[in-house]
């Protein structure tokens, strides 16, 4: 799977956008981009995935550049129980390690008051 | 909501002791994933499974650690004999396993070996 490189952590302003980049250089035609996050003391939580496409859900919108070497996750109006650590994955949809997740060390946002 | 559960929330345990933690996936999905987390080396997969059959179970440590499903209801992970740098964090999770990878967390079982 391709390596993904995020900020260690970041900081917003509650009611602002936080917009979380991910570096991924190495991805590959058939990899999608897919958003986690952990609230401390929680299980991970699905955010957000996608391919070539931009995407928006209740949760999220993602923005993957044109050459797709990088994406940006956008919460559009942070709150202060978004703070959490964003993990973002790239792997493929199919294959013999379907299904299979490796996360890295992702970025902790911390959302102020 | 549907949800992944786990049981216990919290162990604490002697070392050299058996720990067994239990996971009740969501219905229906039928890939069932095992997954470690410490401070040092964050979320770790130890083991996955598709309807039932062990797929990968690479990260786990074979000499003490097993993983079985014994029914579509029920996951489990076993240590023994227990040790100290088994503290941890497990998390199990489950997928509808239809080509999406929206995995779904459980809680976590908070394992304190003393």
């Known amino acids: 799977d391709a390596k993904t490189t995020q900020p260690t952590s970041m900081d917003c302003a509650e009611g602002r956008a936080a917009n979380l980049p991910c570096n991924h250089s190495?991805?590959?035609?058939?990899?999608?981009v897919y958003w986690y996050r952990q609230i401390h003391s929680q299980g991970p939580q699905y955010i957000i995935h996608?391919?070539?496409n931009n995407e928006t859900n209740e949760m999220a919108s993602l923005i993957i550049t044109e050459d797709r070497k990088s994406s940006t996750l956008i919460l559009p109006h942070a709150t202060l129980r978004d703070t959490a650590v964003y993990y973002c994955?790239?792997?493929?949809?199919?294959?013999?390690?379907?299904?299979?997740?490796?996360f890295g060390q992702g970025t902790i946002l911390t959302v102020h008051p | 909501d549907a949800r992944v559960t786990q049981t216990p929330r919290h162990k604490v345990t002697e070392m050299g002791q058996e720990v067994t933690m239990r996971c009740q996936p969501i219905?229906?999905?039928?890939?069932v994933f095992w997954y470690r987390q410490t401070m040092m080396q964050g979320l770790e997969l130890l083991a996955y499974?598709?309807?039932?059959?062990?797929?990968?179970d690479s990260g786990m440590p074979k000499d003490r650690f097993s993983a079985e499903m014994p029914d579509a209801t029920l996951a489990t992970l076993k240590i023994q004999p227990s040790e100290p740098r088994d503290s941890a964090v497990y998390f199990c999770?489950?997928?509808?396993?239809?080509?999406?990878?929206?995995?779904?967390f459980g809680s976590g079982t908070q394992l304190s070996v003393l």
């Open positions: 999770a489950s997928g509808p396993g239809q080509g999406s990878e929206k995995l779904f």
């Open positions: 190495t991805i590959s035609g058939n990899e999608y």
């Open positions: 996608g391919l070539k």
């Open positions: 994955i790239v792997r493929p949809a199919g294959g013999t390690s379907y299904g299979k997740l490796t």
């Open positions: 219905l229906g999905h039928n890939t």
């Open positions: 499974f598709r309807n039932r059959a062990p797929l990968d």
